[in-house]
């Protein structure tokens, strides 16, 4: 299994701020990232697949990059709906797997 | 609008079998691949498995040997049957949609509210 880790853990934010969340593969996944968010209580939602593209209805201020085993999440200027729980989730094989998670709270 | 809705038991006792359906609403269920997630209480994400509407199967091996993933594509329903629970199956359960059919996929888009599953002992 392709094993995926988060960092940080956690991390707190104030509205407006930007916030980088990094992930990491075990072996080389190229663009087959995927992030989404969870609020408690909620399903998680997909924001960016293939590394970089954001899917439909998200906004902008959500970004990705990366590729090979090192990829980032990028929240530009952070909103009050986005404090919430991160993960990232590779998609190159099976069993799909997802990281830890990054919780984001209120500073 | 796409809608996943999951349905089956909220309590089991160990050792029983978990049966858990998913209605699929506001799209055929051609094209895509339909996936069940897991997410015990406080804890992360855990694929189970997926089906496509020709009836192939993928699942994760660490559950293999418990899980049967079926589709019924004339009630636009899918099922999870997994044997002999123990407390460590105790978790939300979603069923979820894959955004494309292409391989290897794995992008959700859509997925249902999730329903509890507690097993006792």
């Known amino acids: 299994d392709i094993q995926m880790t988060q960092s940080p853990s956690s991390l707190s934010a104030s509205v407006g701020d930007r916030v980088t969340i990094t992930c990491r593969a075990s072996?080389?996944?190229?663009?087959?990232l995927n992030w989404y968010q969870q609020k408690p209580g909620k399903a998680p939602n997909l924001l960016i697949f293939?590394?970089?593209s954001l899917q439909s209805g998200v906004p902008s201020r959500f970004s990705g990059s990366g590729s090979g085993t090192d990829f980032t999440l990028t929240i530009n200027s952070l909103q009050p709906e986005d404090f919430a729980t991160y993960y990232c989730q590779q998609s190159y094989s099976t069993p799909f797997t997802f990281g830890p998670g990054t919780k984001v709270d209120v500073k | 609008q796409v809608q996943l809705q999951e349905s089956g038991p909220g309590l089991l006792k160990s050792s029983e079998t978990l049966f858990l359906s998913c209605i699929v609403s506001g799209d055929s269920m051609s094209g895509h691949y339909w996936n069940w997630i897991r997410q015990p209480p406080g804890k992360g994400l855990e694929w189970i498995g997926y089906?496509?509407?020709?009836?192939?199967?993928n699942y994760n091996p660490s559950l293999e040997s418990r899980v049967t993933i079926s589709i019924d594509t004339s009630k636009n329903e899918f099922s999870l049957k997994l044997t002999s629970v123990t407390a460590a199956d105790t978790a939300m359960y979603y069923c979820?949609?894959?955004?494309?059919?292409?391989?290897?996929?794995?992008?959700?888009?859509?997925w249902g509210q999730g329903t509890l599953v507690t097993v006792s002992s």
């Open positions: 089906i496509y509407p020709t009836g192939a199967v």
């Open positions: 293939a590394a970089s």
């Open positions: 072996q080389n996944i190229y663009r087959y």
């Open positions: 979820a949609r894959e955004r494309v059919a292409a391989r290897p996929g794995g992008q959700f888009d859509y």
